[in-house]
């Protein structure tokens, strides 16, 4: 099943849909596809029989969409992103299909509980965070939208890590997400693709013509795996293609029979490295070249299958910018441009204008930091070694981008320095997010105060040379799975409210907001939040033997580990709030009951992240079990967070974290999944925080904390952190309690070194904004108090967020930049 040339293809009729219809294409599975009876089938037979019966709906949908988009030779969208953090695909094929009901019915005359075989699918491990969350809501929205889009990535083995703890430290082991089956993919070897690596340039003549050829060292070869992405409802399934990674040689027999067993299968382990995990370790050099070898494995893999398996055959490249617009979310996927380069110049034989014209036409590139370290930056030695062809096409379109440069702003050396794609200090090296910038023919960040900063901050040079290159797309998420796939409940409350549709047309929230004033309707949305925290309660029991009281305000902060996301502030505020408790200070019954959930992973590398959710586990720890807080403290932190416990958990929320540093987060899709499922919003004025504060209103949302330029004039002022710590009174108490080892069975060592990054460093200015963040938590406790006011503001929340669909997200991509439209039946 590729989106290839072939187009001579009968239909195809998908099973009938209908109870009858259903149990007969599963019992076929159950016994054609597992071999075995229904009486001897295991649960994860069941689910197995069951995922592909109901793929066996989608895929006559999938068939005829790919035949249509080839008819039609429309504008697609390829979608590179390094990792696509799916969720499971079983309720989401459900809810595309309207199956739900049939399969539940069909299940239960066999005998068999839907819930249960739920239950046996394995989330697939193929992302880190919010980066790849987000590109699963864009290719869902794109389905949905009926747009012609493939998303290209990396078939990870093992995904990022499956998180557990040990005495309340991360551990890493491995996600064995592949081990019981992936009935969801469809791999075709037929269609591998060979990627080489290392070598040497040589120039040859060409006709009279000097041109340069690439005599690669090694080589391997990308299979493609194929997952269906359905829209909603609507008949279309567009496709998603991940690339895994395999030796063109894996087994040498001479050596085998040698008696060299390891070293027969040397070249199938290495090959499969490039595949392995995501984002592997790069802290030693052996980690930073594999990751360049991963990057370019899927971007070369996803060029190449595009121009030979998508095309026409007769297709003339010249055209290439009308069919496809390749969309590099974020620098991971950069090295494409110089691939698509070399393809033309090279292999196509282009002169080097006209190559470099259409590639131009070709890419565009979203910016999804504003941190430094996190624009990728490939030392000139590694790429030289890996890819010497490319880096000589990056040469040269950097001398002839600077050499435009210098005419339009001749004498300008410090600006050239700052400019130039390739960096001179510390050491020789490429910067990608300028590649990117040069060669796209759009750059936009993905929140209004991000893109600002964008051009102000990170980009200002290449923003005053192109202005309208640059523009703004705010992410959004699925209304599918994060809200009616997600909390069901509200699904049916909304759809009481405003009538069915709201699912593909989320603005219609807006219809709601009139109810927030209705009595009865408050009491019905509290009594939903309510249905939430028990199945939160029951699957967090079940999952983690965790279980939570009662009658708590659910307070949330879920996200990657990072010090800017300044999980520490609000472990400081536990903190501060346990010691007012035990020091008679705060009577524990004159605030209302909190559970603190937290769900982070740290990078494997990352130290400090590692010992900040040592804290919260050891916090957490004494806090729960001192019988002087009287449950008016929870913390909770399961591990191993994903989309799967986030479907429960987000729904269940009231009150949401996200306090990240004025203008370091991007955007942010965390924030607007729990603002429309209920969940009222404290934070700073960052991202799109901004967006969700102006839309929801003031009254509805906890602002705290330094704006952003205010950071900026703290931190040129020289900041000390220390002077917050002698200042203020609640705070010193906090820092010392931790310090003084009472969260370490009395070792003032085990978490000396985040006292000590918090008073003499600090970087993200935790200290600075924590007087306002217990400010403004006093404000929650005040106003949840207060359970009408609370409710109303809830739902005004919902009612308001109807702009952070990822389809209004996609809406604008196409307008801004992509210019692809629908492909609809005729």
């Not at 496709?239 to 070249?267: C, P």
């Not at 979310?329 to 110049?345: S, Y």
């Not at 310090?739 to 060592?749: I, M, V, Y």
């Not at 918090?758 to 949840?784: I, K, N």
Request: with cysteine; glycine share 6%; aromatic share 10%.
């Amino acid at each position: 099943m590729t989106e290839n040339r072939a187009n001579g293809t009968a239909p195809v009729t998908a099973p009938q849909h209908s109870v009858e219809g259903f149990v007969k294409e599963f019992l076929r599975e159950l016994h054609f596809g597992q071999g075995v009876t229904l009486a001897r089938a295991s649960d994860n037979d069941q689910y197995l029989a069951l995922a592909r019966t109901v793929r066996e709906y989608l895929m006559a949908r999938w068939l005829e969409t790919l035949r249509r988009q080839f008819d039609a030779q429309a504008k697609s969208v390829a979608y590179l992103s390094a990792e696509y953090l799916l969720g499971r695909q079983l309720d989401n094929a459900l809810i595309a299909t309207d199956l739900t009901e049939i399969v539940e019915e069909g299940l239960a005359s066999l005998g068999i509980d839907l819930a249960t075989l739920r239950e046996q699918e394995v989330e697939p491990g193929l992302g880190n965070g919010g980066l790849g969350r987000l590109a699963a809501c864009f290719v869902d929205s794109l389905a949905t939208m009926s747009v012609p889009c493939i998303g290209y990535g990396i078939r990870y083995e093992y995904g990022i890590f499956r998180q557990t703890f040990v005495d309340g430290w991360q551990v890493e082991q491995p996600d064995t997400w592949l081990s019981l089956g992936a009935p969801w993919e469809f791999p075709h070897p037929e269609h591998s693709v060979p990627v080489h690596f290392g070598g040497h340039t040589e120039t040859y003549d060409d006709g009279g013509v000097e041109r340069t050829r690439w005599v690669p060292a090694w080589d391997v070869l990308g299979v493609p795996y194929n997952y269906m992405v359905p829209g909603y409802q609507n008949g279309r399934v567009n496709t998603l293609r991940l690339w895994s990674a395999r030796a063109t040689k894996a087994f040498d027999l001479q050596i085998f029979n040698s008696g060299e067993y390891v070293d027969a299968v040397r070249a199938q382990t290495f090959a499969e490295n490039i595949s392995k995990v995501l984002y592997p370790e790069d802290s030693t050099p052996q980690g930073k070249e594999l990751r360049l070898q991963q990057q370019y494995f899927f971007v070369a893999c996803s060029i190449r299958d595009f121009v030979e398996n998508v095309l026409p055959e007769d297709f003339d490249l010249h055209d290439l910018p009308e069919r496809i617009i390749f969309q590099l979310n974020d620098t991971h996927p950069v090295i494409a441009v110089p691939e698509l380069m070399r393809i033309l110049v090279d292999e196509k034989k282009w002169d080097w204008d006209e190559a470099w014209a259409v590639t131009q036409k070709c890419f565009a590139y979203t910016c999804h930091t504003l941190l430094p370290e996190a624009l990728e930056v490939w030392p000139v030695e590694l790429l030289g070694r890996l890819l010497p062809r490319h880096l000589e096409i990056i040469y040269r379109i950097n001398d002839d981008f600077l050499a435009e440069v210098a005419q339009r702003f001749p004498g300008d050396e410090l600006r050239l320095r700052r400019m130039s794609i390739i960096a001179e200090h510390p050491e020789r090296s490429v910067r990608m997010a300028y590649l990117a910038t040069v060669a796209g023919a759009k750059v936009n960040g993905v929140a209004e105060l991000h893109s600002q900063l964008l051009r102000d901050k990170v980009l200002p040079d290449f923003s005053e040379y192109w202005p309208d290159k640059f523009t703004n797309v705010t992410n959004g998420v699925t209304p599918r799975r994060f809200v009616r796939l997600a909390n069901p409940a509200l699904s049916e409350l909304i759809t009481d409210a405003v009538g069915p549709g709201w699912v593909t047309d989320l603005e219609r929230l807006r219809e709601m907001e009139p109810l927030a004033d209705d009595a009865e309707f408050r009491e019905r949305f509290r009594a939903v939040k309510a249905h939430n925290k028990d199945r939160l309660n029951a699957l967090l029991q079940r999952r983690d033997g965790i279980t939570l009281p009662a009658d708590a305000m659910l307070d949330v902060m879920v996200k990657r580990l990072h010090e800017y996301k300044r999980q520490t502030l609000k472990v400081l505020h536990i903190v501060s709030q346990y010691e007012r408790i035990v020091s008679g200070e705060l009577d524990p019954t004159s605030i209302p009951r909190r559970v603190f959930a937290f769900g982070a992973k740290a990078a494997p590398g990352y130290k400090m992240a590692k010992q900040i959710i040592g804290l919260i586990n050891h916090v957490g720890a004494v806090v729960n079990t001192d019988p002087r807080v009287q449950g008016a403290l929870t913390v909770v932190f399961p591990p191993n967070y994903n989309v799967t416990l986030a479907e429960t958990l987000i729904p269940a929320a009231d009150l949401s974290e996200q306090i990240s540093l004025a203008g370091k987060e991007a955007s942010g899709t965390g924030n607007m999944k729990f603002a429309l499922n209920g969940a009222l919003t404290i934070g700073t004025d960052d991202g799109a925080n901004v967006e969700i504060r102006q839309l929801v209103g003031d009254d509805h949302f906890f602002l705290f904390g330094l704006l952003e330029p205010q950071v900026e004039q703290v931190v040129a002022a020289g900041y000390e952190p220390s002077r917050y710590y002698e200042e203020n009174r609640t705070l010193r108490r906090a820092i010392d309690l931790i310090a003084s080892g009472a969260f370490a069975n009395g070792d003032r060592k085990v978490f000396e070194p985040i006292v000590s990054n918090l008073l003499h460093e600090d970087r993200f200015l935790v200290l600075a904004d924590f007087q306002s963040y217990v400010e403004a938590q006093e404000r929650v406790d005040a106003a949840y108090l207060d359970t009408e006011g609370w409710t109303r503001s809830a739902i005004l929340n919902v009612a308001r967020s109807g702009f952070f669909s990822s389809d209004r997200s996609m809406w604008d991509y196409i307008d801004r930049i992509w210019h692809a439209q629908p492909v609809v039946a005729r």
